[in-house]
């Protein structure tokens, strides 16, 4: 089972959705990737998990999992429509909330084998995320696909 997250600014146009579908079932046919994570504090994620929901109606292989980068007894987080379940990456109880969300970002790369991104702010979490992706794609550990800038 190949897992791909995604990362990406809380501003996202709509003219993505295209090209994010498409780089989405190009993940599944060509790369065989059955499981996608997604956060959900940004417009980005919003529009990845919508390609995933579409995408599962053509394969019913394929799961969509809801990361959370709080515990779930502190934020109970029911399973959004669509989704097949959620995900509190182990360890995250002692990390700071103010860290939460780059922490669970972090465990996801590092145990994913693929990444969607959109990134195109110069300073931002999302760009540092990405950095340490390419990092470790450098190391063979995981393949990052950028998504290019839309207006």
């Known amino acids: 089972m190949s897992t791909c997250f995604f ?47 579409a995408a599962k109606k053509r394969h019913p292989e394929v799961t969509l999992t809801l990361l959370l980068p709080y515990h779930p007894y502190d934020h109970p987080t029911p399973t959004p429509a669509g ?7 182990p360890g995250m109880e002692t990390v ?12 996801m790369v590092e145990h994913s084998e693929y990444l969607i991104a959109y990134v195109w702010h110069p300073a931002s979490n999302a760009r540092e995320l990405m950095e340490y992706a390419q990092k470790w794609e450098k190391r063979r550990m995981i393949q990052v696909t950028i998504l290019p800038h839309q207006k």
């Open 7 to 53: 990362i990406g600014h809380r501003e996202t146009p709509d003219s993505l959705l295209p090209q994010l579908s498409a780089e989405i079932e190009r993940h599944i046919t060509e790369y065989g990737v059955t499981e996608f994570v997604v956060g959900k504090y940004g417009h980005f994620d919003t529009l990845a998990a919508k390609c995933v929901k």
């Open 83 to 89: 989704f097949d379940g959620t995900f509190y990456p």
């Open 96 to 107: 700071p909330k103010r860290a939460a969300i780059v922490r669970a970002n972090r465990y």
